[in-house]
């Protein structure tokens, strides 16, 4: 791994992640998750702050040792977090439908098997459960798909692999769940890079 993607790229992705235009929607997403919680690239903890009292306990997936180590720092004692030092796509280490909410923000643009990571999130999510999600991807005119085509290709690369095209509706059914809830949207800032879907699934 290279100095900038270890060191570097972290510090990169903590900064840009904490957009003010950002926030609104980490309080009305992640506000809704009960019970035990999977968090599928727990990142840098900004999500921390705007769990309620609802949730009992967070699994935080993330690779990235740098990455932890600011979220630690924004723990709180009564709401305990076990980090998974893995991929998403990863075989977990729980069990089938042990998990009440599972919660993807702005994460799904760069796990590299984004089916695989879905699927293992659906093994583990009990049958009642929800999957919360809000992330950026593929824009439905044409002229901002073809700007995301052309750009995602140098963004990959700068961006620690993330994606400006993925069709994150399409990629969350095919993993086997029925989105019940979804709004879309830009939000502020350069249209390629801002198209958002946030929603709620279940098993399908």
């Known amino acids: 791994m290279s100095v900038y993607a270890k060191y570097v790229l972290p510090r990169v992705l903590d900064l840009a992640m904490r957009n003010k235009d950002l926030t609104p929607l980490r309080q009305i997403w992640v506000a809704q998750a009960r019970g035990e919680v999977l968090e599928l690239g727990i990142g840098s903890g900004l999500n921390l702050p705007f769990y309620s009292s609802e949730v009992r306990g967070i699994y935080g997936v ?67 459960g929800r999957f919360i999600f809000v992330e950026h991807g593929h824009s439905p005119d044409a002229r901002v798909e073809a700007w995301q085509n052309r750009l995602n290709p140098v963004w990959k690369h700068i961006g620690g692999g993330c994606n400006l095209n993925r069709k994150i509706v399409e990629l969350i059914e095919g993993a086997g769940f029925r989105v019940i809830e979804l709004k879309t949207e830009y939000l502020p800032g350069p249209r390629p890079m801002t198209y958002t879907y946030q929603g709620l699934a279940k098993k399908a």
């Open 62 to 128: 993330e690779p990235s040792q740098e990455m932890q180590r600011t979220a630690r720092r924004r723990l709180r004692p009564e709401r305990p977090v076990k980090f998974l030092s893995q991929s998403a796509e990863d075989r977990l280490p729980l069990t089938e439908a042990s998990i009440d909410t599972v919660l993807s923000t702005w994460t799904l643009c760069t796990i590299s098997d984004v089916p695989r990571a879905l699927q293992e999130a659906r093994r583990v999510l009990k049958p009642a």
